[in-house]
C-alpha cells in the first residue's frame, strides 16, 4: 500500500507561519491525487487543501483561501503545505491523504471530502497560542 508520512507541525504564536510536508511511498509510478485534512476534538474531519495533479489545480476551504498554499513536486509523490497568518481556530491535528486519480469532475465534488481518499498519513500536530 501507499503510506504517508507527515512533517513540519508545531507551535506557533498567531500571526506566525508553518511549512507540513507529506511523503508518499509504495508500489505504483503514476501521479497521486494528494490533500490536506485537519481535524480538533469534538469536530469532524475537514478538508483544508486539494491538488489535481492533471493540469495542476488546486482548491482550498474559505476559511484558508489567501493564507495557505498547497504546493505540489518530486514526481507527485510530495505534498507541502504552507500555512501563514495562522490563527488560533487552525490548531488541530493535519493529515495528509491521496488517491490514485479518479475523473476531474470527481474530484471537483470530493476533493476535499474524505472519501475521496483511500490513504491516509498518522496526523502533524499544528498548535496556535
Known amino acids: 500500500d501507499v503510506q504517508l508520512v507527515e512533517s513540519g507541525g508545531g507551535t506557533v504564536q498567531p500571526g506566525g507561519s508553518l511549512r507540513l510536508s507529506c511523503a508518499a511511498t509504495?508500489?505504483?509510478?503514476?501521479?497521486?491525487?494528494m490533500a490536506w485534512f485537519r481535524q480538533s476534538p469534538g469536530k469532524a474531519r475537514e478538508g483544508v487543501a486539494a491538488?489535481?495533479?492533471?493540469?495542476?489545480?488546486?482548491k482550498y476551504t474559505d476559511s484558508v483561501k489567501g493564507r495557505f498554499t498547497i504546493l505540489r513536486g518530486d514526481g507527485d509523490r510530495r505534498i507541502d503545505l504552507e500555512l501563514n497568518d495562522l490563527k488560533l481556530e487552525d490548531t488541530g491535528m493535519y493529515f495528509c491523504?491521496?488517491?490514485?486519480?479518479?475523473?476531474?469532475?470527481?474530484?471537483?465534488?470530493?476533493?476535499?471530502?474524505?472519501?475521496?481518499?483511500?490513504?491516509w498519513g498518522q496526523g502533524t500536530q499544528v498548535t496556535v497560542s
Open positions: 491523504a491521496a488517491d490514485w486519480p479518479g475523473t476531474y469532475p470527481r474530484w471537483q465534488r470530493n476533493g476535499l471530502g474524505t472519501a475521496g481518499y483511500t490513504y
Open positions: 491538488f489535481w495533479p492533471g493540469g495542476a489545480v488546486t
Open positions: 509504495g508500489p505504483g509510478t503514476g501521479a497521486l491525487s
